[in-house]
T-cell receptor, first 111, second 113 residues
Framework: KNEVEQSPQNLTAQEGEFITINCSYS?????LHWLQQHPGGGIVSLFM???GKKKHGRLIATINIQEKHSSLHITASHPRDSAVYIC?????????????FGQGTTLQVKP | EPEVTQTPSHQVTQMGQEVILRCVPI?????FYWYRQILGQKVEFLVS????????KSEIFDDQFSVERPDGSNFTLKIRSTKLEDSAMYFC???????????FGQGTRLTVV
């Protein structure tokens, strides 16, 4: 069983729609990261959180430590949001800060 | 804005050849990582490096792999004798402290033929 599971695997939305991507994990964590990967392959960090909620522009990330669940929301989605969104966790028992990745959610926003 | 840079962006090599993938982490960062992503699969941890030594490595990181920080700025991943299954995107990442935000390079796409 994967330690980090994301849903859905693929998501198609119309421009302007509200989007939610979910992440569940099965291990104790120090922090959870939301990352964005564009078709060229590069990975960009969106959020790192260990509790509560963070907001940056149209992106909102929440985490529920008790339920071991996090969500990434995109408000007023736009075609430029099309990318792979990846959830990754820093294992709570690791003393190296390595990340364990989910399989990613491929988002396509159509105009 | 500081960034992690990787070179080359794409490398094609013959099976059995040695390759060196290069990374320049952000200058004041202390923790360095290599990850890889086989096409269509999730990103996997290879190795972490701190205080000039490997702090953790995965099962993937066998004797064919090595890392080095030769001069205080570069961080390299060497694969001694490449196999077809080493074909993947390799990402370098760094963070200032453990469990702080990770900054990734743009990746090196390695193709072994």
């Amino acid at each position: 069983k994967n330690e980090v599971e994301q849903s859905p695997q693929n998501l198609t939305a119309q421009e302007g729609e509200f989007i939610t991507i979910n992440c569940s994990y099965s291990v104790g964590i120090s922090a959870l990261h939301w990352l964005q990967q564009h078709p060229g392959g590069g990975i960009v960090s969106l959020f790192m959180l260990s509790s509560g909620k963070k907001k940056h522009g149209r992106l909102i990330a929440t985490i529920n430590i008790q339920e071991k669940h996090s969500s990434l929301h995109i408000t007023a989605s736009h075609p430029r949001d099309s990318a792979v969104y990846i959830c990754a966790v820093s294992h709570g028992s690791s003393n190296t800060g390595k990340l364990i990745f989910g399989q990613g959610t491929t988002l396509q926003v159509k105009p | 804005e500081p960034e992690v840079t990787q070179t080359p962006s794409h490398q094609v090599t013959q099976m059995g050849q040695e390759v060196i993938l290069r990374c320049v982490p952000i200058s004041n960062h202390l923790y360095f990582y290599w990850y890889r992503q086989i096409l269509g699969q999730k990103v996997e941890f290879l190795v972490s490096f701190y205080n000039n030594e490997i702090s953790e490595k995965s099962e993937i990181f066998d004797d064919q792999f090595s890392v080095e920080r030769p001069d205080g700025s570069n961080f390299t991943l060497k694969i001694r004798s490449t196999k077809l299954e080493d074909s993947a995107m390799y990402f370098c990442a760094s963070s200032a402290l453990m469990n702080t935000e990770a900054f990734f390079g743009q990746g090196t796409r390695l193709t072994v033929v």
